[in-house]
Each structure stands twice: as C-alpha cells, then as structure tokens.
C-alpha cells in the first residue's frame, strides 16, 4: 500500500511538475513590450527613410494645367503609409533570447544560447536537444505573438500614430521656416 501511495505521490507531482514547466517555457509578451519595440521599429524606419531627398511629383493636372508643388518623400503621407504598413514585419527580425530577462529577451541576431550550441555543431559535437536542428533559426512563438500583437496595435491606435506623425511633420516644417526667415534676414 505504501509503494502504491509512493507511485501515486510520484505521478501526481511529476504531472504537476510538467504542467508548470510547460507554463514557464512559453512567456508571451505583455502590451508594454509590444509597444516598445514598435516604437523602437517605428523609429528606426523613420529614420531609415529620413535620409532620401527624392521627391514626390504631384503635378498630374487632370482637371486643370494647374498642378500641386513636388512633396518631398520624408514630409509626406506616403513616407507614413508606408512605415505604418511594415512596421510589424521588421519584427520578425527579432530572435527569443531565453537566457534575458524581460523585453530584453527579445532582441535582433542568435541568442548567445543557440550561437554556443551552433558552435558546438560546426565543430562536429552532437547536440542532442528536444528542439531539432532544423528549428533552431525558426521564428518562436513569443516572436510570432510580438508581430500579432503589433499588427492588432497598429490597427487600434492608428488614429493616435498618426496624429503623434503629423504633429512631427508640423513642427518640422516650423523650425524650417525659422531657420528660412532667420537666414533671410
């Protein structure tokens, strides 16, 4: 009877065991890391798109000979539409790194974890692990998550983007016209 409340107890907390160990293996992110690194990526492509001097010929004249001024890329809407529409993808550059804490986990390149493992292979030692090898570069689920909720934020605060960008844009264009008026004079 005793071996049998033994195996019993084993199973029980074995069972127990797995089950939590399943919880802490998968953290999905939160709202606040998903918002930081949108608005890192947000940032990065505003700057990356930043540096064109290419303008944007609005001179169609369909109606009349009379056609709008060329815009230039970096004060237009079209510079906005297209940072807003792949900002989530930029995610999926990201890798899980298990060994961080925090939004710190997340973070672009190899995890230290699985560039040590890759070194082991490359120098012909067999790493035996319950991931197989051909899943070692694949997307996480955690990454996966950050990107689908990135996208679902996009789409709720679009209106709240885009104001934060015009009001950008508007006092760009201001000090511009300080720096104009000032040089004139």
């Known amino acids: 009877m005793n071996v049998f409340i033994c195996v019993v107890l084993f199973l029980v907390s074995a069972a127990a065991a797995n089950k939590s160990g399943d919880d802490d293996w ?6 606040c ?30 109606l009349d000979d009379k056609g709008a001024p060329p815009i230039k890329y970096v004060k237009s809407d079209i510079r906005f539409i297209e940072v807003v529409e792949n900002v989530c ?6 890798n899980l790194h ?55 934020m996009v789409e709720q605060y679009e209106e709240v983007i885009e104001d934060w960008y015009k009001g950008i844009v508007e006092r760009r264009c201001h000090v511009e016209l300080i720096h104009t008026r000032n040089r004139s004079h």
């Open 26 to 31: 998968v953290h999905l992110p939160n709202k």
């Open 89 to 94: 993808s930029r995610i999926m550059q990201y």
């Open 33 to 62: 890391e998903v918002c930081k690194f949108l608005s890192i990526e947000m940032k990065s492509a505003f700057e990356e798109t930043g540096k064109t001097k290419e303008v944007i010929e609005t001179n169609y004249r369909f």
């Open 98 to 152: 298990k060994e961080r804490d925090g939004s710190n986990r997340f973070a672009k390149g190899m995890s230290e974890t699985f560039s040590t493992l890759q070194n082991l292979v490359n120098k012909g030692v067999k790493v035996v692990m319950d991931i197989p090898y051909e899943l070692w570069n694949e997307t996480s689920a955690e990454v996966a998550d950050l990107k689908k909720q990135c996208d679902v």
